[in-house]
């Protein structure tokens, strides 16, 4: 079993020098998916090399395409043929949800879809039934057999208002992506408003597509008959910024940040700045400086909300914050109702941390105390090699696979910047089943 061991130096220098963040693995997934609205050659810069990416560039080739992203990790090159398939199978849906982002496309373009409905993960039972409601909204049939959302409509879409009852992010991209290609216009009322939405229009645009209003609750969309295949460079990873933007924060360290957005981050360099960390502007990025042992960072609830509010993807490092915090706080997650899981790994480490409902009351301690700890997710494993830097002693991250689907060369990184991290082979327990 392979783990990500971490020798924790609380007190120490913390992390030091400089990281680049990569583009945005929840922009560059949509952006492939987009891809299959055009045919012909569709070129991606700086799409970040992890799992996920490799798990839809599978997925695009079963339905026909061929996708390079060999020649140099950052680039992905998509050939879609005039005909492509409809399915995205059971197999790859379970490895990774956001494989439903072809479902828009796929309908606009093909009339037809079959997409294998995920179920639940680590962080919660997503539904598809926004996603399902808003393709009928426009006129497709959908209905749900055997595990499969079967969405169909032959006659193509027809435009409409289409109100979202929450901003759901991918619910959001599917509709924008259906619309594109239907007939008339379509305004989605109560929409999602993260920077990655208006990466994908921004493409969507460039390929031909009219769109208004991306960035705001409101979306208008008038159809056009085809797109074009474009190149197009991805958004800066937000959520990849803000874990080094906590990693330093919480080790006391000082480190810039490249690429990093201070306009995509504003909740996140606020709770930063209130924990006692100095954020710079620097024209490049973002740089932090941690509070200074004997120093600790102050206590600071937090709170999720669909964006600009903080995203539930930075809690769990929110978290680890406060768990080496000089004080109580309270982290409240409005998103996912089992992104908890990770209390209890943290709580592993020494954490003071108690789960009320949707709430977790967090009281500060100098140091965390290094413990084997099980990653459930992809952002609770990082925040758990995070937890590890601020821990007493040797602290082993294994579930590895978790922080590989959303984080570039996160080891090398870490090691770039002063840490002690290795990945190790260990023995598994062995026990009896
Ligand atoms: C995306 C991100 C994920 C991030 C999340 C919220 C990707 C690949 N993933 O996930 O990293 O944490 O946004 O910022 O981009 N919901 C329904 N019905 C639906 C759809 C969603 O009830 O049809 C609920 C979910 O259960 C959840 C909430 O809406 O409670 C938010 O989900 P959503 O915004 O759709 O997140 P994702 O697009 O899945």
């Known amino acids: 079993m392979e783990v990500i061991r971490v020798v924790g130096d609380p007190g120490g220098p913390g992390l030091r020098g400089e990281v680049t963040v990569p583009g945005a693995k929840n922009s560059a997934l949509k952006l492939m998916a987009a891809a299959l609205l055009a045919p012909g050659t569709t070129v991606l810069h700086d799409v970040p090399d992890i799992l996920d990416v490799a798990i839809m560039a599978e997925l695009l080739r079963r339905l026909g395409c061929t996708v390079d992203h060999t020649v140099d990790g950052h680039h992905v090159v998509i050939e879609v043929p005039e005909e492509v398939g409809h399915r995205a199978d059971y197999e790859l849906v ?108 921004a493409m969507l645009t460039a390929m031909g597509a009219r769109i208004a209003g991306a960035g705001t609750s409101t979306i208008t969309v008038e159809g056009v008959a085809r797109l074009h295949p474009v190149e197009h460079r991805v958004v800066p990873d937000r959520i990849v910024a803000g874990t080094f933007l906590y990693a330093a924060a919480a080790t006391g360290g000082d480190v810039h940040v490249r690429g990093a957005r ?120 990082a925040a758990l090699v995070v937890a590890g830097l601020v821990a007493e002693g040797v602290t082993e991250v294994s579930g590895v696979s978790h922080v590989d689907r959303g984080y570039e060369a996160f080891v090398p990184q870490l090691v770039a910047l002063g840490a002690d991290v290795r990945r190790v082979e260990v023995a598994s327990a062995g026990l009896p089943l």
């Open 94 to 201: 379970r490895a990774m949800r956001a494989s439903i982002s072809v479902l828009g496309p796929l309908l606009a373009r093909v009339g037809e879809v079959d997409v294998a409905v995920p179920g639940g993960d680590a962080i919660g039972s997503r539904g598809l039934d926004l996603h399902a409601e808003g393709l009928r909204a426009l006129g497709a049939e959908v209905q749900v057999a055997h595990g499969y959302l079967l969405a169909r409509a032959p006659r193509g879409l027809e435009g409409t208002t289409v109100p979202l009852a929450f901003p759901s992010v991918g619910a959001t991209e599917n509709l924008l992506m259906a619309a594109v290609l239907a007939r008339g216009t379509t305004v989605l009322v109560n929409v999602a408003r993260e920077p990655e939405i208006v990466d994908l229009a």
């Open 262 to 381: 201070a306009d995509h981050l504003t909740m996140v360099v606020d709770k930063l700045e209130a924990a006692g960390a100095a954020v710079l502007e620097t024209g490049e990025g973002l740089q932090v400086l941690g509070p200074v042992a004997p120093l600790r960072p102050a206590a600071v609830d937090v709170a999720t909300l669909p964006y600009p509010g903080f995203p539930t993807d930075l809690q769990p490092f929110a978290l680890v914050l406060g768990s080496v915090a000089d004080g109580s706080a309270v982290v409240t997650e409005n998103l996912f109702e089992t992104r908890f899981r990770f209390v209890h790994e943290v709580a592993r480490l020494g954490a003071d941390v108690r789960v009320e409902g949707h709430h977790v009351l967090v009281r500060g301690r100098p140091v965390l105390s290094g413990a084997p700890v099980q990653a459930p997710d992809i952002r609770a494993g």
